[in-house]
């Protein structure tokens, strides 16, 4: 059995760790709620505009002539990571992690696999062993629409130029605090509407319907990369909250198991002083 100075050191360790711990459950749940609003709010005004380029795409012939829809022979692909730019929320960076790897070694096997990350854990993950383009985990930093766009339009621009064939989104989707979904999404090119849309919609066009979907179709897909780095913004927050909340709980398990191990050694150190004591004084009566 340790002595006691030893306990007592570790449930002194203990006890700080448990501080911490909880002090960071705190503060991620306070960003959650920030976060969670955000994506919330958002969410109907992506899914909106969504349904409106679909409308208007089932009324007129625009995908074959959009240079975002261009299909061409998938040899070249890029994959983007977003996660975070700490640890300390479970599995969330992991998952994306394991996800990409799956659809490098297996969907994307024989194609040539690069990777832009968003997210210091990410671009940590691949940087050493394979081919990162860019790392824009700054974006964290100030975490709005404009600045997401920026790196939306740098995707765009380099499905274009032809640097790449195709080009998906790998995040957490956010559910609840405890629950975040892996997903992965094409960004582009464009793939046709699945399911039927409501091409009886009364619209009035102004200016033309083709012009208007070349303006939609680029300011759909910033919002779609935008959507996607607020889901996974809230699914950290809510990944750390659970992982803190979890740890909280097992220092303080931790803890009253040492106190009680501490108490057990006490009694019994007391007692082998209580022994001592008896057998000198029965010694000396001898």
């Keep these: 059995?340790?002595?006691?100075?030893?306990?007592?050191?570790?449930?002194?360790?203990?006890?700080?760790?448990?501080?911490?711990?909880?002090?960071?459950?705190?503060?991620?749940?306070?960003?959650?709620?920030?976060?969670?609003?955000?994506i919330t709010a958002m969410r109907p005004y992506a899914d909106k505009l969504t349904e409106l380029l679909q409308n208007l795409s089932a009324t007129l012939d625009v995908d074959s002539e959009s240079e975002f829809s261009t299909q061409r022979e998938v040899k070249k692909v890029l994959l983007v990571v977003i996660t975070s730019n700490r640890g300390l929320a479970g599995a969330f960076n992991s998952n994306i992690v394991k996800e990409v790897n799956m659809l490098a070694s297996k969907k994307y096997a024989n194609q040539e696999v690069s990777y832009m990350a968003i997210g210091k854990k990410g671009n940590d993950a691949f940087k050493k062993t394979t081919r990162v383009v860019a790392n824009s985990s700054e974006v964290y930093d100030d975490l709005t629409f404009d600045n997401v766009a920026e790196i939306a339009e740098m995707l765009m621009e380099k499905f274009v130029a032809g640097e790449f064939d195709k080009i998906e989104i790998v995040y957490n989707k956010f559910k609840n605090a405890a629950t975040q979904q892996v997903m992965t999404e094409q960004f582009l090119p464009i793939v046709p509407v699945e399911g039927s849309v409501n091409t009886n919609a009364d619209y009035i066009f102004e200016p033309a319907k083709v012009e208007i979907v070349e303006q939609l179709i680029p300011k759909s897909l910033k919002t779609q990369l935008y959507k996607s780095v607020r889901d996974s913004f809230a699914s950290e927050h809510g990944a750390r909250m659970t992982a803190m909340h979890k740890a909280t709980d097992n220092a303080t398990e931790l803890r009253d198991q040492l106190k009680l191990t501490y108490n057990k050694a006490r009694q019994a150190a007391i007692t082998n002083e209580i022994l001592e004591i008896v057998g000198g004084a029965e010694a000396l009566n001898n």
Excluded: H
């Design 1 to 38: 059995m340790a002595n006691l100075k030893e306990i007592r050191n570790r449930i002194t360790s203990v006890s700080s760790t448990m501080q911490i711990t909880s002090a960071m459950k705190m503060v991620s749940a306070a960003k959650l709620k920030k976060a969670q609003d955000a």
